[in-house]
């Protein structure tokens, strides 16, 4: 059984203030991505990532992959109120479907 | 095309009850995927479709639960003699399929049920 464990579970910061987020898991996975939801919607998805050590930038966002594929993190620069929301990872393997295995979740709440 | 639909929102129903619930996906996606959320959790994968053919289903998904996607179009959930346990978001979601596992989801809104 793959897992996927995300820390912190929950944040609350200032507007202005860094954050980052870990996901991590003891498989190896084939991609690693990344989903924002908010109260009430469907999640929806930030970025994929594909390649052990592979950066990806999204505006604020920045998204690593692990050299092992095993873990992940998103870090945000100069938070924003609109950045709220549950970030989730998800983790796929090759000849599984495209079936994600989603992490466990982190709710960041960012305040003025 | 206007993304994944699901209908309904919100269902309420006693326990006991049968629901059913129906997704449209995206036309061009041959995948199609059932998860259910509770608050503050990662989705729970529960089945998946490939056209018309259901490929796998979960263990926790019960004897109870079912799902379709008679013509590789919409699929529907159905859920019999719901239980409150079975309260959660609903997510449907699709994506293209093939050997590469990197295909992004395109979620539904969800449906909330509530077993009281």
């Known amino acids: 059984t793959q897992l996927l464990e995300q820390s912190p579970q929950f944040l609350s910061i200032q507007e202005g203030e860094n954050l980052t987020v870990y996901c991590n898991s003891s498989s190896v996975f084939s991609s690693l991505q990344w989903y924002r939801q908010e109260p009430g919607e469907g999640p929806v998805l930030l970025v994929t990532v594909v390649t052990g050590g592979e950066v990806k930038k999204l505006k604020r966002l920045t998204f690593q992959f692990g050299d092992a594929r095993k873990d992940s993190s998103l870090h945000i620069t100069a938070a924003q109120t609109g950045d709220t929301g549950l970030y989730l990872c998800?983790?796929?393997?090759?000849?599984?479907?495209?079936?994600?295995?989603f992490g466990t979740g982190t709710q960041l709440k960012v305040e003025l | 095309d206007t993304g994944v639909s699901q209908d309904p929102r919100h269902k309420i129903t006693k326990r006991g009850q049968n629901v059913t619930f129906r997704c449209d996906p995206i036309?061009?996606?041959?995948?199609l995927y059932w998860y259910r959320q509770t608050l503050g959790q990662g989705p729970e994968f529960l089945t998946y479709f490939q056209n018309e053919a259901q490929l796998e289903k979960s263990r926790l998904l019960s004897d109870r639960f079912s799902a379709e996607r008679p013509k590789g179009s919409f699929s529907t959930l159905e859920i019999q003699r719901t239980e409150q346990g079975d309260s959660a978001m609903y997510l449907c979601?699709?994506?293209?399929?093939?050997?590469?596992?990197?295909?992004?989801?395109?979620f539904g809104s969800g449906t909330r049920l509530t077993v009281v």
């Open positions: 036309s061009e996606h041959n995948r």
């Open positions: 979601a699709s994506s293209l399929g093939g050997q590469r596992s990197n295909y992004g989801y395109t």
């Open positions: 998800a983790g796929g393997i090759t000849g599984g479907g495209n079936k994600l295995t």
